[in-house]
């Protein structure tokens, strides 16, 4: 059990300082293409920046997810990758189908990677909720 703790924690850890490496590369993307432009910005500029904020920051969480997944191909709680896949997406995202189990071996880590999951995309959300602020703070009136 502490074994499962142990490594849950850092691959938590890790998928966290994976994620906000990734925020801070699409904020300074973001600020950049800003700067490059006249304020204030037309709608074809804010829509795009905000669809590249969005997808990449989706990117991130799918990185994330692949992490997970390796992490159970190794351990060889799956034997193929759609399997563990598939399994990851479902605890990252909290969705917790259920029609996949791990074993009593590795159990607990799903409950490390829903806790991370869960904390991750609050803070996507946060990030991108700043993202569109800052953006629509500078469109045309």
């Known amino acids: 059990m502490l074994l499962q703790l142990v ?22 993307q ?23 904020a969005t997808l990449a920051t989706f990117l991130s969480h799918v990185a994330q997810i692949w992490l997970w997944a390796v992490f159970y ?3 060889g709680e799956f034997d193929e990758l759609e399997p563990a896949f598939y399994f990851s997406t479902v605890v990252f995202t909290t969705l917790g189908f259920g ?7 590795w159990r607990l880590m799903a409950s490390c990677e ?4 869960l904390l991750l995309f609050g803070l996507s959300t ?3 909720f700043e993202v569109m602020r800052e953006i629509l703070s500078r469109r045309r009136p």
Request: aromatic share 4%; charged share 10%.
């Open 7 to 28: 490594i849950g924690a850092a691959l938590v850890v890790l998928s966290a300082v994976l994620h906000i490496i990734a925020l801070d590369l699409i904020n300074h």
């Open 30 to 52: 973001v600020r950049e293409m800003v700067a490059w432009h006249a304020v204030p910005l037309h709608a074809r500029i804010r829509i795009p920046l905000l669809v590249f």
């Open 73 to 75: 191909l190794l351990v």
């Open 99 to 105: 029609d996949i189990l791990s074993s009593a071996d």
């Open 114 to 117: 829903a806790a991370g999951g």
């Open 126 to 128: 946060a990030f991108l």
